[in-house]
């Protein structure tokens, strides 16, 4: 079974400053990968997914995340964090014989000071 | 177009009461994904439908079920609620058959409170 890990439950940044979240997995093969931003009381928005082929994917919101098989990792990545960047971020792993299910990360509570 | 409605937003039940959750999907969408979100435990998955069939469902108790019609609306039903059921239940859909080849979109949600 896959699993997900996202060390980090909360990171600061400045606003302007670059951003890094942490995604590592757990999987047999190569996994579809995905990243979901969460603003207080809605739902999850994708920003990013990864299937196959080039390992630097790019997103909505400028963000984009890098798959790096040898460290199971799945970090997104963002040059410069506006404030509205404010919100909840849940990687997630998904299997090609699981149909459309995923499993969540525990999420990373990102807080941006002015 | 519409996004993917959840009603209702807001529900206060009982212990040991039923409740009935509904998610309409994107038009053309064919599978419907239900999660429960809590702080515990993060985001869970609980069943996917597709073309009225389920098929996959998480590791939740009997008490959890759910459906989906022919307009693939989909309904989730919690009987005997317990007050760790006390969650945001998140439905959501996409348009591909699998592997989640373009991504969910989720619902607003439905938060449930049980006292």
């Known amino acids: 079974a896959q699993s997900v890990t996202q060390p980090d439950i909360h990171i600061t940044v400045s606003e302007g400053a670059s951003l890094e979240l942490r995604c590592n997995y757990s999987?047999?093969?190569?996994?579809?990968l995905f990243w979901y931003v969460q603003s207080p009381g809605q739902g999850l928005q994708l920003l990013l997914k990864?299937?196959?082929?080039?390992?630097l994917v790019q997103g909505i919101k400028g963000f984009e995340a890098e798959f790096k098989r040898s460290q199971s990792s799945f970090n997104l990545r963002k040059p410069s964090v506006h404030w509205s960047d404010a919100a909840e971020y849940f990687c997630?792993?998904?299997?090609?014989?699981?149909?459309?299910?995923?499993?969540f990360g525990g999420g990373t509570r990102l807080m941006v000071k002015p | 177009k519409a996004g993917v409605t959840q009603t209702p937003r807001y529900l206060i039940k009982t212990r040991g009461q039923q409740v009935t959750l509904s998610c309409s999907p994107i038009?053309?969408?064919?599978?419907v994904s239900w999660y429960q979100q809590t702080p515990g435990q993060g985001l869970q998955f609980l069943f996917e439908?597709?073309?009225?069939?389920?098929?996959n469902k998480g590791n939740f108790p009997g008490r959890f079920s759910g459906r989906q019609f022919s307009n693939s609306r989909s309904e989730m039903n919690v009987s005997t609620l317990e007050l760790g059921d006390s969650a945001l239940y998140l439905c959501?859909?996409?348009?591909?058959?699998?592997?989640?080849?373009?991504?969910?979109?989720f619902g607003s949600g439905t938060r449930l409170t049980v006292v």
């Open positions: 999987y047999g093969a190569t996994p579809y």
């Open positions: 997630a792993v998904g299997a090609p014989n699981a149909g459309n299910m995923l499993t």
């Open positions: 959501a859909s996409t348009s591909s058959t699998g592997p989640t080849l373009y991504g969910y979109t």
């Open positions: 038009s053309g969408h064919r599978s």
């Open positions: 990864y299937f196959s082929g080039d390992t």
């Open positions: 439908y597709f073309s009225e069939t389920q098929r």
